[in-house]
């Protein structure tokens, strides 16, 4: 959802740069043409429809990361071609293109942009016959640094958000949020490729017990152990997520062609390793329901939660598997 979000985000920006980009440069297109400055219009001209062609296509193809990148590249490429062809008359570009390389990739990755650009303007330039160097390169590293420093903070608060979004804040397994967003993008994967996932409900058994004997703080405990010990048995793709209090929901993607052996294996291993404080084993009951043809995301999670009332009732510490 927050990805969304900052793909939402990062197309609006693109946007926005292409309409800078239009009303910005495309006034000097007109100027350099009336100068009969042919080359510096070229190179403007060159730069509005490459900035508009690669925000269209990001439009339409969604590759918002890879077409920002490239953006960069491209706007930074560009300023130094405008310069070191028309020299001071197009200098004063080489500070917004700069500061919008930061908006656009990742605040080392503009960085290293800007470093290249500036030290290929140093080499191939003769500005600084009538710029002074030493005031280029102070004005140019205080404004990389602080753009470096504001776009750090505004990654670090946007990867918080995403955290405090989509995870569990007792146990660290992902909540139902996350969990909603992964179900549909599953179903929608299933759909169009048939690449199936299985769900599974996973809850403590007697759970109660445990946080009447020990109380809760140690129930808490539990459940962090739990998540910690299934994590370690699940492989990267795989997702857990807490359901509600001592339930959860693993989300097994298609790749484990033995689903059933997976998670009779995973039962166990949680059985041997989840204790009490004075030892005694936790074991946890599963419900499991494998997608199939016209699964929605309240069917897939109501087969699995019938097959884990079946599991219950067949005494607990077991997987039962969703027929339909
Ligand atoms: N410590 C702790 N307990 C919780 C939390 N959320 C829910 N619980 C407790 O989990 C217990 C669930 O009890 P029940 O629904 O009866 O389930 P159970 O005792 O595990 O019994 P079965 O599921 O039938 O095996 C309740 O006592 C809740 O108070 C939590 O975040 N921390």
Redesign the pocket.
């Known amino acids: 959802m927050i990805n969304q979000l900052q793909e939402k985000y990062q197309l609006s920006l693109l946007l926005l740069l292409s309409i800078v980009a239009v009303l910005g440069v495309f006034p000097f297109v007109v100027i350099r043409f009336l100068e009969h400055n042919y080359v510096a219009a070229i190179i403007d001209m060159t730069l509005v429809i490459g900035i508009v062609s690669l925000v269209a296509y990001a439009h339409k193809a969604k590759q918002i990361r890879l077409v920002s990148a490239i953006l960069a590249i491209f706007i930074n490429a560009g300023v130094v071609t405008i310069v070191v062809a028309n020299g001071t008359g197009s200098f004063l570009w080489v500070y917004p293109v700069f500061a919008s390389t930061f908006i656009l990739v990742r605040p080392i990755e503009a960085f290293i942009i800007n470093l290249v650009a500036c030290l290929s303007l140093l080499a191939l330039s003769d500005i600084f016959e009538t710029v002074s160097l030493n005031s280029f390169v102070v004005t140019i590293i205080m404004l990389s640094m602080s753009a470096f420093v504001y776009a750090s903070h505004g990654a670090k608060q946007f990867s918080l958000l995403e955290t405090l979004n989509s995870v569990d804040p007792?146990?660290g397994a992902l909540n139902r949020r996350a969990m909603s967003t992964d179900i549909q993008a599953a179903l929608a994967l299933a759909e169009r490729q048939g690449v199936s996932h299985v769900l599974a409900i996973l809850?403590?058994?007697?759970?109660?017990?445990?946080?009447?004997k020990f109380?809760?703080?140690?129930?808490?405990k539990?459940?962090k152990d739990f998540v910690t010990i299934t994590t370690t048995h699940i492989r990267k793709h795989d997702r857990l997520y807490r359901f509600?209090?001592?339930?959860f929901v693993l989300l097994i993607s298609d790749s484990n062609k033995q689903p059933q052996a997976f998670i009779q294996h995973l039962r166990t291993a949680i059985k041997n390793e989840l204790k009490t404080p004075d030892g005694q084993e936790i074991t946890v009951?599963f419900g499991v329901a494998s997608w199939v043809k016209g699964t929605t995301a309240d069917t897939w999670l109501k087969r699995a939660d019938e097959a884990l009332y079946l599991a219950?009732e067949n005494g607990?510490d077991c997987a039962v598997f969703s027929k339909d």
């Open positions: 007792l146990t809850d403590l058994d007697f759970f109660k017990k445990i946080n009447d109380g809760h703080a140690v129930g808490d539990v459940l509600g209090g001592e339930e009951s219950k607990r």
